[in-house]
């Protein structure tokens, strides 16, 4: 056994004996958060009711302010406090409603789940055992011994579902069609062949491309970079330049035309019990179209591509200018020192089938207007229709064009098998998430910043954590399961003791929200150990730490103007 190989599984052990004797040791202290209810009265019964998980729930049994345990005049252990209680303060004219929620914690031990996700990222590099480990010492934390049961608990639900559902089986085996039949490759041909006349030209179509591709950071990686690569080779772009475009369109992307499965995942972990915006799966998924508009970071790195396309890139670092001066002048792809991972192809068309180019754009052009149309229609885009329906179309279309059956299973299934480590990471994170949340992580961070963090500062800490976790695990995905389980109670917390009124504070929500959204696309865009990241090298033929080094400076540069955006966002409007 090797000594590096060693000593990962010497700090895992560790970790998780830690986690053990923590749970065992230390007594954990009840905390309890409060919750302004943005109640409704029934017109015909007079009754106060607010939202709660897409049910009307009734107010009439709220227990007064004055007789309530979690009133501080009242002398009531903390140990004692009941774990919900909806209470009915009235303020002079003012009628309000307030639940309350109480849980246990174990301090900072209660972090410890993420901790060791992020520590085990940084040290062997591997999502998987990284997330499993940290989802393990959040198990032993809270005392569930019997792991492979926990798991199934956590994922025994329709969210895990529809994680299984879209990701897996509908954009994998539409994806896989899509490769067999050679549709995506020859919608790219169309477009290089139609529209690439010089290198501004050829950078434009990988933009136009990244923008079309943008479904999913890795399936837009590999298809625009192989699509691209042999006409920019052509027009002298640098493999540098290329890779870049190519990574700063797939995930960030992703988030602005999110007609995809990024809503449907991410509505999961942002439910706060009372909050009328976030109530029901309908208003989280409008809740995350609603932020879209304040994602600086991806606005700022899909226009900075646009602009290096048409050569008016307000700034490029070092490394870049020369990247781009040796490929045009010296006719040089590669620096003279690098090592460029091997290109890969992503069509395994078969033998005498002639693809064409309507099977590519009239299955999209059904995902997109059934998303756009049921999201017009209401309010929030059906995700699995559009997909289900796309892939019906592909599949058809394959079939009357003289693909058998056997072929177009096979075909959807190896689109499947090649999506399926991004699954797992998927549903491992997804627990991870779940555990940091039953360990009271939530409920510590509020309890120790939410009364005195400055909101102001709330979006970049978020921002801050997002890319630290995101870089480290190299999953944006991964990190939204670890992260906003945390960050929307605790913006929620400082909303609520800042005073903001109700519009101010779904404007503050809406900035955290996106904030954490950004910092963990850039995290995992610019991350070494990320597969967007290692998939644009690998597609574009560039070297891995080459794109790397010569992405961040443009990439910093769009999370600094990010960052002074959403600072005065919240001064001006918070």
């Not at 406090?81 to 109480?102: A, C, H, M, R, W």
């Not at 994998?172 to 062949?193: I, N, P, Q, V």
């Not at 400082?494 to 903001?500: R, S």
Request: net charge neutral; glycine share 6%.
């Amino acid at each position: 056994m090797k000594k590096r190989t060693l000593t990962e599984l010497i700090i895992i052990f560790t970790c998780l004996i830690t986690a053990w004797w923590a749970g065992k040791n230390i007594a954990p202290t009840t905390s309890f958060s409060e919750v302004r209810l943005q109640h409704q009265i029934n017109m015909e019964t007079g009754e106060a009711f607010y939202l709660y998980k897409d049910k009307v729930t009734s107010l009439k049994d709220s227990v007064d302010w004055t007789d309530s345990p979690f009133n501080p005049t009242i002398n009531q252990k903390k140990n004692e406090l009941p774990k919900t209680q909806t209470v009915k303060k009235i303020t002079g004219d003012q009628e309000e409603y307030l639940l309350f929620t109480s849980a246990r914690h174990f301090g900072w031990f209660s972090l410890l789940p993420a901790f060791v996700a992020i520590l085990l990222c940084f040290l062997t590099r591997e999502p998987i055992v990284s997330l499993l480990s940290g989802a393990g010492a959040g198990a032993l934390l809270i005392g569930q011994y019997e792991f492979p049961q926990f798991i199934v608990n956590n994922l025994a639900n329709s969210s895990a579902a529809k994680i299984l559902i879209l990701y897996l089986w509908l954009l994998g085996g539409l994806m896989g069609l899509w490769s067999r039949t050679g549709a995506s490759r020859a919608f790219a041909e169309f477009m290089t062949r139609k529209f690439v006349t010089g290198p501004r030209s050829a950078k434009l179509v990988a933009w136009g491309l990244g923008v079309v591709f943008f479904q999913g950071g890795t399936i837009s990686s590999v298809l625009v970079g192989t699509s691209v690569k042999p006409v920019a080779d052509k027009e002298d772009i640098s493999h540098e330049e290329l890779a870049y475009i190519v990574d700063s369109t797939s995930s960030p992307i992703a988030s602005q035309l999110a007609f995809n499965a990024w809503p449907g995942y991410i509505q999961a972990f942002i439910f706060i019990p009372g909050v009328a915006f976030l109530a029901t799966e309908t208003d989280r998924i409008q809740f995350f179209f609603s932020s879209v508009p304040f994602c600086f970071y991806a606005i700022f790195a899909v226009l900075g591509t646009f602009l290096l396309s048409i050569d008016k890139s307000p700034f490029l670092g070092k490394k870049m200018k020369a990247a781009i001066k040796r490929a045009r002048e010296e006719k040089q792809l590669d620096h003279p020192d690098s090592s460029p991972l091997a290109s890969i192809t992503t069509e395994v068309e078969t033998q005498g089938y002639k693809a064409n180019v309507l099977e590519f754009f009239l299955p999209l052009l059904l995902l997109l207007g059934t998303a756009i149309g049921t999201f017009i229609s209401s309010g929030s885009p059906d995700i699995l229709l559009a997909f289900s329906l796309a892939l019906s179309l592909s599949a058809l279309m394959a079939i009357a064009k003289g693909l058998s059956i056997q072929d177009t299973v096979g075909a959807a299934i190896t689109g499947m098998k090649s999506v399926l480590s991004g699954s797992v990471i998927l549903l491992i994170a997804y627990v991870t998430g779940q555990v940091s949340k039953d360990a009271g992580a939530g409920f510590y961070l509020v309890e120790l910043l939410g009364d005195s963090l400055a909101s102001a500062s709330l979006p970049i800490i978020l921002f801050i954590i997002s890319i630290v976790i995101a870089f480290s695990t190299g999953s944006s995905w991964g990190t939204y399961a670890v992260v906003f389980p945390l960050a929307m109670p605790l913006a929620w917390a400082v909303a609520n003791n800042t005073g903001m009124n109700p519009d101010a504070a779904l404007f503050f929500m809406t900035i955290c929200f996106a904030a954490v959204m950004d910092g963990s696309v850039f995290g995992d865009q610019c991350s070494p150990v990320s597969d967007t990241t290692v998939l644009s090298s690998m597609s574009t033929g560039c070297d891995l730490m080459d794109h790397v080094k010569t992405q961040l400076p443009q990439a910093c540069f769009a999370a600094i103007a990010a960052c002074i955006c959403w600072t005065l966002s919240v001064i001006f409007f918070c």
